[in-house]
Nanobody, 125 residues
Framework: QVHLVESGGGSVLPGGSLSVSCAAS????????MGWYREAPDKERELVAMINEGGPTDYADSVKGRFILSRGDAKNTVILTMNNLKSEDTAVYYC???????????????????WGQGTPVTVSS
């Protein structure tokens, strides 16, 4: 099975920086897209940033110029670096992976999407 393991997050003052990381574990052959969504209180879950395999990175307009999504040194890992954080960035951040192919012994498994358990980010003075 494939799992998404998140780390990082926490509390920070407005204008500060935080990073959240996500690592996909399992016998993974490929992942088409990987990145982050967030869900603020009383709001729907929304895209933050997603990186495409061999392609561009998509960012929400609200985070362009402040957040950077990059690949980690370990395979199937992404890191979201959040700079100049604002109170409106407060949310639970969820890692998402799309188009996953993995294997178990001789069996090939595919997943259209997987989600992490979520990690809270609080921006407050």
């Amino acid at each position: 099975q494939v799992h998404l393991v998140e780390s990082g997050g926490g509390s920070v003052l407005p204008g500060g920086s935080l990073s959240v990381s996500c690592a996909a574990s399992g016998n993974i052959l490929s992942i088409e897209r990987m990145g982050w969504y967030r869900e603020a209180p009383d709001k729907e879950r929304e895209l933050v940033a997603m990186i495409n395999e061999g392609g561009p990175t998509d960012y929400a307009d609200s985070v362009k110029g402040r957040f950077i999504l990059s690949r980690g040194d370990a395979k199937n890992t992404v890191i979201l670096t959040m700079n100049n954080l604002k109170s409106e960035d407060t949310a639970v951040y969820y890692c998402k992976a799309e188009g996953i192919s993995s294997y178990y012994r001789v069996r090939l498994d595919t997943y259209s999407e997987l989600w992490g358990q979520g990690t809270p980010v609080t921006v407050s003075s």
